[in-house]
């Protein structure tokens, strides 16, 4: 290839060589490529050829001049034309002299690829760009050896920010300084003095504002580097977290608040259950001495009636306290079902007769047959039961307590269906409706002789709204109230005639004539003495059966593997293990895989009966012990055993 030197042929970027006339006098084969033209058709063609019209403007008006000036150009960008568009190149050139050749001295190219320098230099724009866009400083902050601080670069956030231009800083950072709190100030600079000294990141969070703006908080966050000349140089952001900070600060104090609810959950089943242990045996024995036809004189029945009495009143507070606990954590569980209205009703009213005539009321219930509504049946007995003996305690002696039960709206299949209360009582005013569902508050009756705690109604409310429903109330002073509940409508299904009396039917089958020749065996795990005394009291009264203690859960399976019994009552809080992994030493017995458990425990939390139940118990009784209902549940687990039983 005339005029070109083989060295250059081999090398990686174009050559190109070029008569001051403006033709092409030689070119290496990594330029052809680049063209897309084979080299020897390009030589003694004009170079503008090669060259895009800015290419040739400055080809012309400034390489050209000046290698004639100066001999020689550095990085001059130009653009070729080729088939598959512009190529971008950095040029070089140099005067080439050739003494004694026609055409005198010749324009040497030296063309190098911008590709990757585009790429470059555009993927540093699109970083530009979102970084002055974002509500961040990126920054390069530099002190110098005499103390001196400036921001030598910092992106356009530096105005959201903090109102300030880059310029404004850049001989300075007092600017930005001026901006950050008084109080956080002397805080920041430490945190950057001691970045300085360990080279470590400069991290730190602070308050700070653009002029008179609100104060938002920022976090810096930099990486030092010391330079040779003593400076001390840091890249880095400044963000605002303000946002995030106001979410981590709510996600802490909600942490907070879940774990001051389990405590006080903790707190309140510990404390249920240490109350129920010593209420086992107040309620429990006065039960007995109640129905013991050896205690003479209506005195002693009397003062056995207020123990008993005021053994349920604290049992009550307990549970309500509970409730309250439960409702604020959010861990109440309902189970929704078609309920019909007007049994529970009547059911209620009857357990709530002896209260009605201690006081000489009148107690009237209205209730549409067959109307039904969508609730928690327990949970919608304790409703009405609140509502109905608030009325008998509040109302008048010799007046009246309404209960009704009506469809909302016209159709054989309402949506929505109404239990009120009413009474003649003294009513209430406006100030005190406004505080009547606020926990403790008894508007004043806590100065008579009326009983209560003052949790009753806000439970009520809760309760019913759980179920989907609404507690309305009515009421002028001298006119008495009416409470009215609210709950969607739902068919109830019939009730099976054959199991109206199935609890009750066992009892003298199971209990009264067990098979032939046998007496029924019961062990009982219990630790506390009182306990186990009542359980051998209420039992002592059946007959046919025997109660064995045993006062550990070693004890028991010892016990047990000496005697099978027919039934095992096991306490939850055993000495040496828990009820249940009594209950799962005891089943490892062949002989005890099929009798059956009853846990027995004062720890009444919903969670704590369900992982009873789940752990393989047929039943879960909670302390205070129901003595009434107790022969009855203890014949419907025995009758299972029929003539399995041993004799």
């Known amino acids: 290839m005339p005029g070109l030197a083989p060295a250059l042929e081999r090398l990686p970027v174009g050559v190109l060589q070029v008569s001051f006339d403006g033709r092409i006098h030689a070119l290496n084969d990594c330029l052809a490529g680049w063209l897309g033209r084979p080299a020897s058709a390009l030589i003694g063609q004009p170079v503008d050829e090669l060259l895009s019209r800015p290419g040739r403007v400055l080809y012309h008006t400034h390489l050209l001049p000046t290698l004639r000036l100066h001999g020689q150009v550095q990085e001059l960008s130009l653009s070729l034309r ?143 580097y010391a330079e040779p000349d003593g400076r001390m140089v840091w890249y880095g952001t400044i963000v605002d ?100 209205l007007a049994p529970l009703v009547e059911q209620v009213c009857q357990s709530l007769e002896p209260a009605r005539l201690a006081r000489g009321l009148t107690l009237t219930v209205s209730a549409t047959a067959g109307l039904g509504a969508l609730a928690d049946e327990a949970r919608l007995q304790q409703v009405l039961n609140n509502l109905v003996s608030n009325a008998i305690k509040y109302t008048r002696d010799g007046g009246w307590v309404a209960v009704e039960v009506a469809a909302v709206g016209e159709g054989p299949r309402p949506a929505r ?41 806000v439970i009520t409310r809760h309760l019913v709204e759980c179920m989907g429903g609404t507690l309305q109330l009515q009421s002028q002073p001298g006119d008495g109230c009416c409470f009215t509940v609210e709950l969607p409508a739902a068919t109830p299904l019939p009730a099976p005639e054959a199991e109206a009396g199935a609890a009750v039917a066992p009892l003298p089958a199971a209990l009264a004539c067990p098979p032939e020749g046998h007496t029924w065996q019961l062990l009982y795990a219990e630790d506390d003495p009182v306990n186990a005394l009542l359980m051998q009291a209420v039992l002592d009264r059946l007959p046919h059966v025997v109660l064995t203690v045993a006062t550990t859960g070693q004890a028991a399976c010892t016990l047990a593997e000496q005697q099978p019994p027919d039934l095992l009552l096991l306490d939850m809080s055993l000495p040496d293990m828990d009820g249940r992994e009594l209950l799962r030493r005891l089943k490892r017995d062949p002989r005890l895989s099929s009798v059956p458990a009853v846990a027995v425990s004062a720890d009444a939390m919903p969670e704590e009966i369900a992982r009873a139940l789940a752990a393989g118990f047929d039943d879960y009784w ?26």
Request: with cysteine; hydrophobic share 40%.
């Open 622 to 647: 909670t302390k205070p012990l129901d003595i009434d209902t107790l022969p009855a549940r203890l014949a419907m687990l025995l009758s299972s055993r029929g003539t399995a039983a041993a004799p």
């Open 82 to 224: 080729a088939p598959s568009g512009k190529v971008h190149v950095l040029c070089s050139a140099s005067l080439v002299e050739r003494p004694g050749e026609a055409g005198g001295p010749l324009a040497e190219l030296v063309l190098s690829p911008m590709r990757e320098r585009l790429r470059v230099e555009t993927e540093l724009a699109r970083v530009q760009r979102s970084a002055d866009a974002a509500p961040i400083v990126l920054f390069e902050c530099v002190r110098d050896v005499d103390g001196r601080s400036w921001l030598n670069y910092a992106s356009a956030g530096l105005v959201s920010l903090y109102g300030l231009t880059p310029e404004a800083v850049a001989f300075s950072d007092a600017p930005w300084l001026a901006c950050v709190h008084d109080d956080d100030r002397a805080a920041l600079l430490a945190r950057r003095e001691s970045s300085a000294q360990t080279l470590s990141l400069w991290v730190g969070q602070f308050r700070a504002r653009a002029g008179q703006g609100p104060w938002r908080c920022h976090r810096v966050r930099a990486q030092p």
């Open 241 to 340: 977290v303000t946002e995030q900070v106001a979410v981590d600060e709510a996600e802490r104090e909600r942490d907070a608040a879940e774990r001051a609810n389990r405590s006080k959950s903790e707190f309140l089943a510990r404390m249920s259950h240490e109350l129920r242990t010593p209420l086992n045996a107040i309620i429990g024995f006065s039960q007995l001495l109640g129905s013991d036809a050896t205690l003479q004189g209506a005195q002693a029945q009397q003062r056995v009636g207020i123990i008993h009495a005021a053994g349920e009143q604290l049992l009550q507070l307990v549970d309500e306290v509970l409730d309250i606990s439960r409702i604020e954590s959010g861990r109440l569980h309902l189970q929704l079902a078609p309920v019909p």
């Open 417 to 457: 269906v109404q239990l009120r209360v009413r009474d003649n009582g003294p009513g209430l005013t406006p100030a005190q409706q406004q505080q009547l569902f606020q926990p403790f508050n008894r508007l004043g009756a806590e100065r008579s002789r009326v009983q209560g705690t003052g949790l009753g109604l």
